[in-house]
């Protein structure tokens, strides 16, 4: 029976092309753990106010103080992990963060089209959110890397949702 077993997972292997850590070839890896971080530096927030790209999406309660045609109100929120709050003109600092010495950079993607490269020793910049926004705009991000015989593709999103 337990040849049998072997047998049958010896031939979907070689179905589905997995290849041995021997071959010259490299292994694909992709997946959806670049991590960065965008922070709304123009909201008043007790604590650094921000959304990150990856890790298990939760959902987080806060206040934050939103200057609107001069005047300055609190307002009480909830949002997901991964969605930043804004509203045109904000500046928002976005912030990369390598998960491995193999992962020197990334490129980010902006919703007004434009792209950015960040590197380990220069991992932020500063971007200004479009007067033309919509909800659900999205800035993406995407790292390429080889790692111990693998080219890895890792990808990560934040969604930028409106302060009403």
């Not at 997995?18 to 997946?31: A, H, K, P, R």
């Amino acid at each position: 029976m337990r040849n049998k077993i072997v047998t049958v997972l010896m031939m979907v292997m070689a179905i589905i092309g997995v290849q041995s850590c021997d071959n010259d070839e490299l292994i694909s890896v992709i997946g959806n753990d670049l991590y960065f971080k965008a922070v709304n530096l123009s909201v008043d927030s007790d604590r650094e106010y921000g959304a990150k790209s990856c890790g298990p999406v939760t959902t987080i309660s806060l206040s934050i103080g939103v200057t609107i045609n001069g005047e300055t109100t609190t307002q009480s929120f909830t949002s997901k992990s991964n969605e930043l709050l804004v509203m045109p003109g904000n500046e928002i600092e976005i912030i990369f963060y390598p998960s491995c010495d193999e992962e020197t950079e990334a490129t980010i993607y902006l919703p007004d089209g434009t792209k950015r490269e960040v590197t380990v020793s220069n991992p932020s910049f500063k971007w200004f959110v479009p007067e033309n926004f919509v909800s659900k705009m999205e800035i993406t991000g995407e790292s390429r890397y080889k790692r111990k015989g693998s080219e890895c593709r890792e990808t990560g999103r934040i969604i930028l949702t409106p302060i009403n």
